[in-house]
Nanobody
Framework: QVQLVESGGGLVQAGGSLRLSCTAS????????MGWFRQAPGKEREFVAS????????SYANSVKGRSSISRDYAKNTVYLQMNSLKPEDTAVYYC????????????WGQGTQVTVSS
């Protein structure tokens, strides 16, 4: 099992930036995709971005494309989500997740970190 711990959330003004971190433990990530999701109050959880641990292939939701960047640090076993030009509609709990290459379902989740963007 992969354990995931997020950090880096907080309160930021519109137009500002935040970098979220997700540190993984318990298993090598060589055969994993790592993803970020978010859930705003009263809304369903939605995909934000993902990265293949080996190779670095990335994918982004249209809502954050061009404003966000996902990356990983092999040495720290950590995935980052850099978010720029933040908007109030980016306010949500952000979750880190992991899935193996063998499935499309994310099976490991972190506890979430709150991001609040004030107007």
């Amino acid at each position: 099992q992969v354990q995931l711990v997020e950090s880096g959330g907080g309160l930021v003004q519109a137009g500002g930036s935040l970098r979220l971190s997700c540190t993984a433990s318990g298993r090598t990530l060589n055969n994993y995709f790592m993803g970020w999701f978010r859930q705003a109050p009263g809304k369903e959880r939605e995909f934000v971005a993902s990265i293949r641990w080996i190779g670095g292939t990335t994918s982004y939701a249209n809502s954050v494309k061009g404003r966000s960047s996902i990356s990983r640090d092999y040495a720290k076993n950590t995935v980052y989500l850099q978010m720029n030009s933040l908007k109030p509609e980016d306010t949500a709990v952000y979750y880190c997740a992991a899935r193996t290459l063998a499935t499309m379902e994310y099976t490991n989740w972190g506890q979430g970190t709150q991001v609040t963007v004030s107007s």
